[in-house]
Nanobody
Framework: QVQLVESGGGLVQAGGSLRLSCAAS????????MGWFRQAPGKEREFVAA????????RYADSVKGRFAISRDNAKSTVYLQMNSLKPEDTAVYFC????????????????????????WGQGTQVTISS
């Protein structure tokens, strides 16, 4: 089992920044990468970013490229999502998740963006951007 706890959400004005954290515990070694997803009211959960524990390789959704940055601290088993230049459309509940992909699946496919490929999920943290 892997337990994930998100923190750092809140209310900020458009153009502002927030940093989300996701602390992992339990059998974290069984999962090689972490992802951030978000879900706005009435919309489907969508991929935001992902990172591999071992080499720091990252993936981003087009909608956040250049504004968001995912990082990890292996010693703390924690993943971060730095969100800059926030927009009202970034308003959502943000979830972190843990998954396992092979080397080829990560580097040669788009599996890291698929929610069903993740086995463990946090409870989510609300991010609200005011205009």
């Amino acid at each position: 089992q892997v337990q994930l706890v998100e923190s750092g959400g809140g209310l900020v004005q458009a153009g502002g920044s927030l940093r989300l954290s996701c602390a992992a515990s339990g059998r974290t070694a069984s999962r090689d990468h972490m992802g951030w997803f978000r879900q706005a009211p009435g919309k489907e959960r969508e991929f935001v970013a992902a990172i591999r524990w071992s080499d720091g390789s990252v993936r981003y959704a087009d909608s956040v490229k250049g504004r968001f940055a995912i990082s990890r601290d292996n010693a703390k088993s924690t993943v971060y999502l730095q969100m800059n230049s926030l927009k009202p459309e970034d308003t959502a509940v943000y979830f972190c998740a843990a998954g396992a992909l092979s080397y080829s699946q990560w580097y040669m496919g788009d599996y890291s963006s698929i929610a069903s490929r993740y086995d463990y999920w946090g409870q989510g943290t609300q991010v609200t951007i005011s205009s």
